[in-house]
């Protein structure tokens, strides 16, 4: 009964490589959301999608790639792998509409560019 | 756009002790800050928040201030436990602008059994 879901856990791959990390929430969200966490735990937001529409695209590089099949699911492709993309990623949901700003974050993926 | 600044980057306590942490934000026209706390090996999790038109809010041992003069606002921790340890996070956002979320860099605080 996970609220916020995502897969793979770890994530270890060659420079290069093309990966996917997956995230599904149950909670009935309009709002999705990708963080970054450098080794400093740095949070920062990458994307944030409102039913299924992308609201917030920060500086990322366009090897990064979001999908959103539908409001309880947005994924993320990363391709041409590099060692700096080394981070704990986060998704995250919220329920816009509510008015409550309160995000719900899953457990998140590391990831290990060697 | 929004800048959020954090203090101490780590804290340690000894537990029964108070503790501390101090955000600043530099846009006067964000109006939610929330705090969140991270577990070792988790995602970060909604412990309180305050909105622009309150100065202060509790919840059992936990409270935030906050002073928009100042564009200050802070998390107090009293007679800690064990379990407090964790990373804490502020946050900035303007609910009438694009609602992105700012956190701060981050505080890791220890308690000292």
């Known amino acids: 009964d996970t609220a916020v879901s995502q897969t793979p856990k770890y994530l270890v791959t060659q420079m290069g490589n093309d990966k996917s990390i997956k995230c599904e929430q149950n909670l009935g969200h309009d709002t999705m959301y990708w963080y970054k966490q450098d080794s400093k735990k740095f949070l920062k937001i990458m994307f944030s999608?409102?039913?299924?529409?992308?609201?917030i695209n920060e500086t990322v590089p366009n090897r990064f790639s979001p999908k959103s099949p539908d409001k309880a699911h947005l994924n993320l492709h990363i391709n041409s792998l590099e060692l700096g993309d080394s981070a704990v990623y986060f998704c995250?949901?919220?329920?816009?509409?509510?008015?409550?700003?309160?995000?719900?974050f899953g457990p998140g993926t590391r990831l290990t560019v060697l | 756009g929004e800048n959020v600044e954090q203090h101490p980057s780590t804290l340690s306590v000894q537990e029964g002790d108070s503790a501390v942490i101090k955000c600043t934000y530099s846009?006067?026209?964000?109006?939610?800050f929330p705090w969140y706390k991270q577990e070792l090996g988790k995602g970060p999790q909604l412990i309180i928040d305050i909105r622009s038109n309150v100065g202060e809010k509790k919840d059992q041992r936990i409270a935030v201030t906050l002073n928009k003069t100042a564009k200050h606002f802070s998390l107090h921790i009293t007679e800690t436990q064990p379990e407090d340890s964790a990373v804490y996070f502020c946050a900035a956002i303007n609910d009438f602008g694009n609602e992105k979320l700012t956190f701060g860099t981050g505080t890791r605080l220890t308690i000292i059994p």
């Open positions: 846009d006067s026209a964000s109006n939610y």
């Open positions: 995250a949901s919220s329920l816009r509409t509510s008015g409550s700003h309160e995000q719900f």
């Open positions: 999608y409102n039913n299924k529409e992308l609201i």
